[in-house]
């Protein structure tokens, strides 16, 4: 049974407050209408687009990083607490996919989970001692990926970091454990 527009706008509002990344597509389907009606739900409550979202999201959490540039960072950070835990999400383009075999290029997978570790480390300049990773299944089309990333101990100058990439569907795609090291 659908809903009332007040009450279907309503709880959009509450899912968008909770995660801000769902696409109007995915919406529609939730709420068993169409795009458009989403759409217009959307401009009445005045919530912009997802790209509007994620980039208003990500400005806001971006000026907290002290060990990269904001040009140097992979993905989108959504969350951040220096010296704790960071999410960041990465959309995947067509330019990202090989053109033979339709996978995403690996690297970008590593860059997403590496920039985002460096992030949440509250020191100027550090860098990769050791990285542990594990690719575990393949991205074969466009896709969302999110990143976790946790510093999970600090010793001395170094900084130990685990990392977890899960895809749209929140399937596990990628782990990894990090240390960095603050360096002069």
Do not use: W
Request: aromatic share 6%.
């Amino acid at each position: 049974m659908k809903k009332k527009r007040a009450e279907r706008q309503h709880e959009l509002l509450e899912i968008l407050k909770a995660d801000p990344f769902y696409t109007d597509e995915e919406l529609a389907n939730r709420f068993e209408v169409s795009i458009q009606t989403i759409r217009l739900d959307r401009m009445s409550l005045n919530i912009p687009e997802l790209r509007e979202r994620v980039k208003l999201i990500a400005e806001s959490q971006e000026t907290k990083v002290k060990t990269l540039g904001v040009k140097e960072i992979t993905g989108e950070i959504i969350d951040l607490s220096v010296g704790e835990i960071g999410i960041s999400m990465l959309e995947i383009t067509e330019d990202m996919i090989y053109s033979k075999t339709g996978t995403l290029k690996d690297h970008y997978i590593f860059s997403l989970a590496e920039s985002l570790a460096m992030a949440i480390i509250d020191a100027p300049k550090v860098i990769m001692r050791v990285a542990n990773i594990k690719c575990l299944k393949l991205i074969e089309k466009e896709d969302r990926l999110i990143a976790k990333a946790e510093i999970y101990r600090e010793v001395d100058r170094k900084h130990y970091i685990k990392v977890v990439i899960n895809n749209r569907d929140q399937e596990q795609i990628f782990r990894g454990k990090f240390i960095f090291e603050e360096i002069d």
